[in-house]
Structures are given as C-alpha cells and as structure tokens.
C-alpha cells in the first residue's frame, strides 16, 4: 500500500502559468519534505515542515512555495515556472529526521 | 556543513560479480548515514541505514554497508549483483538529533551487464 503518495506523476505546465503538486500520507509522521531532483543530479531540499513549523532552505528561491493543511497534505507551488524549474520533485515524510524518510513516486514537471 | 561525496558517478559490473559503491562522508561528529536506490522514474527507497549500533548494516536486497570511522567511510556492498540491481544509487547523511536535513551525494549509476 503506497504510504506517500504523489499527484500528479507527471505535471507539464506553461512558462511562467503557477502549479501545484500534491503530496498526501498515511504515516502520521511529523516531518515532511520537499526535494526537488534535476536530471542526473542529487535531490536538493526546498523546505520541510515539523508539523506545522515551516523551514526553507536559504537557497530555495522565492518561486517556490509550501503549504501543509493538515498532518496529512502537503503541497508545493511554484508561481511563476521556468524552464529551469523543470524536475522530479521528491515529497518525503519521517517521523523524525534522523529516522528513515519514506519516498513518494515523484511528479515529473515539464515546462514548455 | 555536512558533505557526502560518492566515488564513481558509474559503475558497471557482470551479473553475478561484486557490487561496491563508494561513500564517503566528511564530518567531525559520526553522523547518520543511508543508502537510498532510485529505478527510473521513481522515487527513493531505502535500502539500509546506519545509526552508531552495529558498524556493518545489513539491508535489504542483499545489500550491506560497512561504517568506517577511521575512513569516515559507508561503502555499501553487495556479493553478487543481479540484473535488477541496475539503478541509480544515493549515499546519504544526516547530522543527528536536530538537524532536519539528509545531504545526499551525487548518486552513483550501477550498470549490470549480462
């Protein structure tokens, strides 16, 4: 049973039209993350949220956005994407950090 | 600031010989480490992880990885590879308690030839 579970797989917007990407879970856990993977690269952190804390990197760019309704839900804008925005983004969920992160599948973004 | 380098952005082996990934961590204090695989178009799943019990990990797939402090090394290993080992392979750290960030290296890409 997927566990972190991403929407869409695949996401192809417009330059510069907003978006939203979806990450939902059934762990419970406190910590969710936000990575985003460009082709043939490490995932890079964005910003995660312990709870409702919210913690953005200091090189995340202030295209990108978060919110986390609840516990379970948490989605990642990007307001004005270009075409260097287009990745994998990587949703994961730990109960704490230094705890086994669990993965969703990833939404590919393309931006044409 | 906490780095992960990983030796070999390909590595590529015969099916049924010896899989060794390196990985290498600098760090004054012994932080976590893991080992993540990624098959195209996935996300990362974990395939052991180390935090300061025993210093050979044991994971899943057959996979094994050995803390070296002396080396601040975690090379991850595998006796024999098997063709759907091929994927991409992340070593990855994190500092300890309080510290909300896994650094992950590079990757490294296994190829298994038949």
């Known amino acids: 049973d997927a566990m972190v579970i991403q929407n869409p797989r695949y996401q192809v917007t417009q330059f510069g039209k907003p978006v939203t990407l979806s990450c939902s879970q059934t762990?419970?856990?406190?910590?969710m993350y936000w990575y985003q993977q460009k082709s043939s690269q490490a995932p890079k952190l964005l910003f995660h949220y312990y709870d409702k804390d919210f913690n953005n990197e200091a090189d995340t760019p202030d295209n990108f956005q978060s919110r986390r309704p609840n516990t379970s839900f948490c989605f990642l804008d990007i307001r004005s994407p270009g075409l260097g925005d287009a990745a994998m983004y990587l949703c994961?969920?730990?109960?704490?950090?230094?705890?086994?992160?669990?993965f969703g599948q990833g939404t590919r973004l393309t931006v044409v | 600031a906490q780095s992960v380098t990983q030796l070999g952005s390909h590595v590529s082996v015969s099916e049924g010989a010896l899989v060794l990934l390196r990985c290498n961590y600098s760090?004054?204090?012994?932080?976590?480490l893991f080992w993540y695989v990624q098959y195209p178009n996935q996300g990362l799943q974990l395939l052991l992880k180390y935090t300061s019990a025993a210093t050979l990990v044991k994971g899943i797939n057959g996979f094994e990885a050995e803390f070296k402090k002396s080396e601040t090394s975690f090379h991850l290993t595998k006796p024999s590879a098997h063709m759907s080992d091929a994927a991409e392979y992340f070593c990855a750290a994190a500092a300890g308690a309080g510290s909300y960030q896994l650094t992950f290296g590079k990757g490294t890409k296994l190829s298994v030839i038949p």
């Open positions: 760090s004054s204090v012994p932080p976590y």
């Open positions: 762990l419970n856990h406190n910590v």
């Open positions: 994961a969920t730990s109960r704490k950090v230094t705890d086994e992160a669990f």
